[in-house]
């Protein structure tokens, strides 16, 4: 009679855990539990986890579960994987993955074995902890206890390695070791080369994929999609477009978004708006919204992306944090000053959101390109948090345009003396120094820089061709047809000049005649992914390009020309923005 009391019991506070829905009835069951008697019953203790991770108590539930009153010998592996699943899956902070390892650690220390439903958990916590050290161990222990052959720890642990700094070799190995493989492979791996911005190498891989691999699911397709923005491959990501079309993939938010992500960072806003404008309003989140502000951003459409999110707002959609980003890029990008400030008040008094770095980061960008120093340092000045170094280049960038070089000079030499290794800034200590033409200065920047070992990152452009993608750097001569490239740069460089070019040498940071500086910014990366592109495009076809770095000024001002005499839209994507030159014009009106 005890024991059919007993299982009634267990059964009753099973049932109300099943039917619980809020807090306020979890701490009721948990009362209930202790009333019973069932504080060291395996399943309800599991149960009561499981309930406590739904409803964001988890921390709760081990308060109660692992209390000095529990008795130990009731643990059981079901019980601590639930506990670890609970703290692996959440994305807020570091601190709830390193909580899944300590009870990890304490599920050993009370020696209950892991099983195979164990690593993936643990291993995706040291993911989210970037903690490759200790992943290692954890792989070394999945390996000793012969669970490396369960795909779902392999792929656990290959993730693992793709989340952590230097890892991917270790990810790639354990990939090409694999005896099969199956769409969560090849994306896990695709996805660790786009997290580490290695976008070729996703690429290479999708097309081995193609070859020799599964069909792509959406996971993989996202990866993709993901990779082409990075890189702006506009082809290649109209190719992936088409296939998610063909195979009828079904149109998931994180899909759908990451289409409009991708056209936007390949040059087709036009696409991007078109995708937006075909999802259903009912899909359409707050991430959709930012996508595609984010998109009008990037290519100087202040007007319309403040149009997007006024329009969000009226359909009730909540505009978080990151959305007030996109916006106040996009005042930035287009000179909306005024309507900048009043958006950034907006954010704080209407939304209650509490600014964070890169929103300040946005205003003094925003203050900065318009030309308004004065203004800025006053911003920066009254910062409730400590401006980052990012804040302080964009200033320094506006003092060098501005011709405000001593304040800028002041403030290089503050960053450099607290980041003694970054390369960003001697570089702009030492543009200062070549616009004021002090070129002794100028030099013991350099020579500095040589000390320490810094070197500056070389500027680079990139065009897509053909189904391949090709890379230039200043004065390079690895491409096969380099004769015929350096042929098309001498003749555009005459068309242009009888156009009334004249070369901006203030870019070139070195103390030589001004002859040689002409030809040094004649051989800049982008001219010659443009000329490369001329050569072999048809005639009125549009060229895209990709530099790593800002424009220069004499490549804008070259390209505009280029644009009207050869009768072509060249489309390019440098560091902060897009440029869409077109019959001499240019989409960001000088303004970048």
């Known amino acids: 009679m005890l024991t059919m009391y007993k299982g009634a019991a267990d059964q009753s506070c099973l049932n109300l855990l099943h039917l619980c829905d809020s807090f306020f009835k979890l701490r009721q069951i948990h009362a209930k539990i202790l009333k019973l008697g069932h504080q060291n019953n395996p399943f309800v203790l599991t149960k009561f986890t499981s309930v406590s991770s739904e409803l964001n108590a988890i921390h709760y539930a081990c308060s109660f579960i692992f209390s000095t009153e529990s008795e130990p010998h009731f643990y059981d592996t079901f019980l601590f994987n639930t506990v670890i699943e609970a703290y692996a899956k959440t994305t807020t902070t570091t601190h709830f993955k390193r909580s899944a390892v300590r009870y990890y650690k304490e599920m050993l220390s009370h020696s209950i074995e892991p099983n195979n439903y164990t690593y993936p958990f643990v291993l995706k916590a040291c993911a989210g902890m970037g903690d490759m050290n200790l992943g290692q161990t954890v792989h070394g222990s999945v390996t000793k206890l012969g669970f490396c052959g369960d795909a779902h720890v392999l792929h656990a642990t290959i993730h693992m390695y793709c989340s952590c700094r230097n ?14 493989t199956n769409s969560v492979s090849w994306s896990t791996m695709i996805g660790g080369y786009v997290r580490w911005g290695m976008s070729s190498e996703a690429i290479k891989l999708f097309r081995r994929m193609q070859n020799v691999g599964p069909r792509p699911d959406e996971i993989t397709m996202v990866m993709v999609l993901s990779a082409c923005a990075d890189l702006g491959a506009l082809e290649l990501g109209r190719w992936a477009h088409a296939y998610i079309d063909k195979e009828k993939f079904e149109m998931r938010a994180e899909l759908s978004n990451a289409l409009i992500d991708m056209f936007a960072k390949c040059g087709d806003v036009d696409s991007t708006l078109r995708l937006f404008d075909k999802m259903p309003e009912r899909k359409r989140s707050v991430v959709s ?20 999110f006024e329009e969000m707002t009226r359909n009730g959609v909540v505009p978080d944090d990151v959305a007030f980003i996109g916006l106040l890029t996009a005042c930035s990008h287009s000179g909306l000053v005024e309507d900048g400030k009043r958006y950034f008040d907006s954010m704080v008094n209407d939304y209650g959101i509490r600014p964070r770095i890169e929103h300040y980061g946005c205003m003094v960008d925003l203050l900065s390109r318009a030309g308004l120093v004065n203004e800025a340092v006053e911003f920066i000045d009254k910062m409730p948090v400590a401006p980052n170094p990012v804040i302080w280049r964009s200033l320094i960038s506006a003092c060098r345009a501005q011709d405000q070089l001593n304040l800028g000079e002041r ?7 607290n980041e003694p290794m970054h390369e960003a800034n001697y570089v702009l200590l030492s543009g200062i120094y070549a616009k004021m033409s002090n070129w002794q200065k100028k030099t013991t920047v350099r020579e500095e820089m040589g000390k320490k070992g810094i070197r500056k990152i070389p500027g680079s452009t990139m065009i897509e061709l053909d189904n391949g993608i090709y890379e230039f750097v200043a004065g390079d001569k690895s491409n096969g047809e380099y004769r015929k490239i350096y042929e098309m740069v001498d003749e555009m460089e005459k068309k242009i000049r009888g156009a009334g070019y004249v070369v901006t040498t203030t870019n070139v940071l070195l103390d030589i005649e001004e002859e040689d500086k002409e030809g040094a910014v004649n051989k800049h990366s982008e001219k010659l992914a443009i000329a490369f592109g001329l050569l072999k495009t048809s005639p009125g076809s549009t060229i895209r390009i990709v530099k790593n770095l800002r424009v220069c000024d004499d490549c804008h001002s070259a390209t505009k020309l280029i644009s009207v005499i050869y009768k072509r839209d060249i489309v390019v994507r440098d560091r902060n923005r897009f440029h869409h030159f077109k019959d001499g014009l240019c989409s960001c009106n000088d303004f970048w």
Do not use: Q
């Open 411 to 417: 403030i290089t030499k503050d960053l450099i003396s």
């Open 289 to 308: 919204w930012t996508s595609v502000i984010f998109g009008m951003a990037l290519h100087g459409r202040g007007l319309e992306a403040v149009s997007l």
């Open 167 to 180: 890892g991917i070799e270790f990810a790639e190995k354990l990939f090409d070791e694999m005896p099969k």
